[in-house]
């Protein structure tokens, strides 16, 4: 019903519940709620104002279907049984509500229920799916990320921690050997500045031997 009407079965559900109160009988229900759509349908009613006044009628209280406005009055009413009144409402307003159905705005209104009732499939399709992944998420995921999370913190057993103490490691002792190495090398460089003379001198002096020392060494080797 809802497919072919374009009403939502959030508006039927209630609707019928309403029809069957007042007729303890399910068939009769079904068929004034199909009444109920066709009225609410030609005259612009709410479907919860026309099945209201309905079941009244069946009650035996006829005044809200004569505040419908569909062209009966209150004293006209009283004098005729609910089955005529029904009949003579089927026979005015019969199929106005697939009549309706078919315009352009009934055509957005179905096309509309089908979109959310594909969604409430899919949904409850995907149900299941989507309990393991928040479970796991919950049981499994979180725990690591908050693990993660407690390792960069500024505790004592955390990541932040263990960096703080290396870089103080180093500070307090890497930089005084590093300052000494430095100390130390600029020593060699002051004694390599001072004994130049003498450096040159010597590599001279290897220069003019080194052809004597290449062939006394090379008889030897043979």
């Known amino acids: 019903t809802s497919l072919a009407t374009g009403v939502a ?15 303890n009988d399910t068939q009769k229900a079904t068929d004034l709620l199909n009444l ?56 005015q307003f019969s199929g106005s509500a697939l009549t309706s ?9 179905r096309l509309k ?20 992944f928040v479970t796991f998420l919950n049981d499994t995921a979180l725990p690591i990320f908050n693990q993660v999370i407690g390792a960069f913190t500024n505790k004592e057993s955390g990541l932040n ?7 103080d490691t180093l500070q307090n002792v890497g930089q005084p050997i590093w300052d000494g190495l430095v100390t130390a090398f600029g020593f060699i460089g002051d004694a390599i ?9 010597f590599a001279n002096v290897v220069q003019a031997v080194a052809p004597v020392l290449g062939t006394v060494l090379g008889g030897v080797i043979k």
Do not use: C, H, M, W
Request: glycine share 10%; net charge negative.
């Open 9 to 23: 079965d959030d508006q039927l559900r209630p609707a019928l519940s309403r029809l069957v109160l007042s007729t």
């Open 36 to 91: 109920a759509l066709d009225v609410s349908a030609a005259t612009g009613k709410p479907l919860e104002s026309v099945t209201n006044a309905l079941g009244k009628a069946y009650d035996g209280n006829t005044t809200a279907l004569a505040k419908l406005g569909i062209g009966y009055g209150a004293a006209e009413l009283k004098g005729k049984d609910f089955s005529t009144v029904a009949g003579e409402l089927s026979a």
């Open 101 to 109: 159905a078919e315009t352009y705005q009934g055509q957005i209104d």
């Open 113 to 132: 229920v089908a979109f959310d009732e594909s969604k409430e499939t899919l949904g409850t399709a995907l149900l299941p799916i989507v309990q393991t």
């Open 161 to 167: 921690g263990a960096i703080t103490t290396v870089l």
């Open 193 to 201: 500045d001072r004994n130049k003379e003498s450096f040159e001198s």
